[in-house]
């Protein structure tokens, strides 16, 4: 459904949403998508893998690998599938969608010792998803 909006004459105008709102929303989920695949790899490699990830001592958030591979895993999939609802055009994928790139950034900005520049390109795509979602998410559902 079009946007209305009324003319300078008084006539109801339809108009319709944004092609860039609707290619950065698309965007956006496209990206949860992958970022959320990448962030179950991320985690399945932590999980089975302990050695992979070198951890620096004295660091804040100091959890065993196998704990971050399980957060990583879970969180990942989770940002899948809220990639999925916010490409079919619906409201709670984008409000989950918003939640859960905070969250994802969060918790890549705790993984940040263990493999920092993944962590912080992961980071910069959750800031997007947010960014586009917020911004422009609700052109999507026209």
């Given at each position: ?6 003319s300078q ?19 956006a ?7 959320g695949?990448f ?22 958030l ?8 399980w957060?990583?895993?879970l969180l990942?999939l ?26 994802s ?14 962590s ?23």
């Amino acid at each position: 459904m079009a946007e209305q909006r009324t003319s300078q004459h008084g006539r109801v105008e339809d108009r319709p949403p944004s092609g860039w709102a609707i290619g950065f929303t698309t965007f956006a989920g496209v990206l949860m998508i992958m970022a959320g695949a990448f962030q179950a790899l991320t985690g399945l490699v932590a999980i089975f893998e302990n050695e992979f990830y070198v951890s620096t001592r004295n660091y804040l958030l100091q959890f065993d690998v196998t704990t971050w591979g399980w957060i990583h895993l879970l969180l990942g999939l989770l940002v899948l599938f809220a990639g999925f609802a916010v490409l079919s055009g619906q409201t709670w994928g984008r409000a989950i969608g918003i939640t859960l790139a905070g969250l994802s950034a969060l918790a890549n900005f705790a993984f940040i010792p263990y493999y920092p520049i993944w962590s912080l390109v992961i980071i910069a795509l959750d800031v997007f998803v947010i960014w586009a979602l917020a911004a422009h998410g609700r052109d999507i559902t026209r």
